[in-house]
């Protein structure tokens, strides 16, 4: 089944806490991106990448750190999380070409950081 | 660059009733547009697309869209909405070239009411 995964599904931790959410798809797909979703604010692309080793900054890309060693994975990376990264987090993937709209979405990742 | 509007941030409406979701959009350059259903805990699935030719789009569950190129709008229309249609609905545009991004209007919640 073609799926985008997520881990972990829930999340607390505490400030200064360093973490990892892994994001990984099984469509070959080149381009993975990350998003935050906040109430009132929608979807907001943190960082995204075109293929394997390139990666670009989206539009709140501030505390996060990405990594793209293979095609099929893309963690998020919080080196010292702070409480307004409290958020829900989706990781998702599409194919190269970009008039599909086929973007495939994780289930999401539930952060809350006290 | 891009931005989406979505002005409504929720839309109560009882059933069995038409419902116009609203969505207006900037950019320079050409687009492809995008709305996208997210219902309760889940992740994003594509409604419909619009890439070019007739302007009036269809897509699942009964749903459809009019791009209009001189009021930069896509609106997203159902002329009878049923309980199961609850969800969030997100605009989206991406460049039809150049860099790649998806970038998300803020949401509009559509409450149909019993």
């Known amino acids: 089944e073609a799926q985008v995964t997520q881990n972990p599904r829930y999340l607390i931790t505490v400030t200064g806490k360093k973490l990892t959410v892994t994001c990984s798809q099984n469509?070959?797909?080149?381009?993975m991106s990350w998003y935050r979703q906040d109430p009132g604010l929608g979807l907001r692309q943190i960082y995204y990448s075109m293929n394997v080793e390139v990666t670009d900054k989206g539009d709140v890309p501030e505390g996060y750190k990405v990594s793209r060693k293979e095609k099929r994975n893309f963690p998020l990376i919080l080196e010292s999380p702070s409480p307004n990264q409290t958020s829900l987090y989706f990781c998702?993937?599409?194919?190269?070409?970009?008039?599909?709209?086929?973007?495939?979405f994780g289930p999401g990742t539930r952060l809350t950081v006290l | 660059a891009q931005s989406v509007t979505q002005l409504d941030s929720q839309v109560p409406v009882f059933e069995e009733a038409p419902v116009e979701l609203r969505c207006n959009y900037s950019?320079?350059?050409?687009?492809?547009l995008f709305w996208y259903v997210q219902y309760p805990n889940q992740g994003l699935q594509l409604l419909l697309k619009?890439?070019?030719?007739?302007?009036l789009v269809k897509g699942i569950n009964g749903f459809e869209a009019e791009f209009n190129k001189s009021q930069t709008s896509f609106h997203l229309r159902k002329p009878s909405v049923h309980i199961s249609d609850t969800a969030e609905y997100f605009c989206a545009v991406t460049p039809s070239s150049g860099t790649y991004k998806y970038i998300f209007g803020t949401g509009t919640r559509l409450k149909v009411l019993a």
């Open positions: 950019s320079s350059v050409s687009v492809y």
């Open positions: 998702a993937s599409s194919p190269r070409s970009r008039g599909s709209g086929r973007v495939f």
């Open positions: 469509m070959n797909h080149e381009y």
């Open positions: 619009y890439l070019s030719g007739s302007t």
